[in-house]
Structures are given as C-alpha cells and as structure tokens.
C-alpha cells in the first residue's frame, strides 16, 4: 500500500467516519436523561474543596 490508496481511503470512508462520530456525539449529548449529568458536572468548579 502506498500514499495515494490511504489518501483515497481517507478521502472517502474517512469522511463518512468523523460526520458518523460527530453525530453520536451530538446524540449522546442530547439524549433523555442527561440533563442531570450534564449540571452536574457543570457545577465541580463551583464545589468546595473539604
């Protein structure tokens, strides 16, 4: 294999895998039930060192 068979690879199924990662990602944040997680770990900067 050389340089122009990865660059071909990359170009197409590349493409394909990071707008398929991006979209898990956009749903895993959205999803039900993750608001709660989501606060709270907006609020560790904010918690009181014991």
Same mark, same amino acid.
Do not use: C, H
């Given at each position: 294999? @050389?340089?122009?068979? /990865?660059? #071909?690879? =990359?170009?197409?199924? $590349? +493409?394909?895998? +990071?707008?398929? +990662?991006?979209? $898990? !990602?956009?749903?895993? *944040? /959205?999803?039900? $039930? =993750? &608001?709660? *997680? !989501? @606060?709270?770990? !907006?609020?560790?900067?904010? &918690? #009181? @060192?014991?």
């Amino acid at each position: 294999m @050389d340089y122009n068979v /990865f660059r #071909e690879f =990359s170009d197409s199924w $590349g +493409l394909v895998y +990071l707008f398929a +990662l991006f979209v $898990g !990602a956009i749903i895993f *944040t /959205f999803r039900p $039930g =993750s &608001k709660k *997680t !989501a @606060d709270d770990s !907006a609020q560790i900067p904010f &918690k #009181e @060192d014991n």
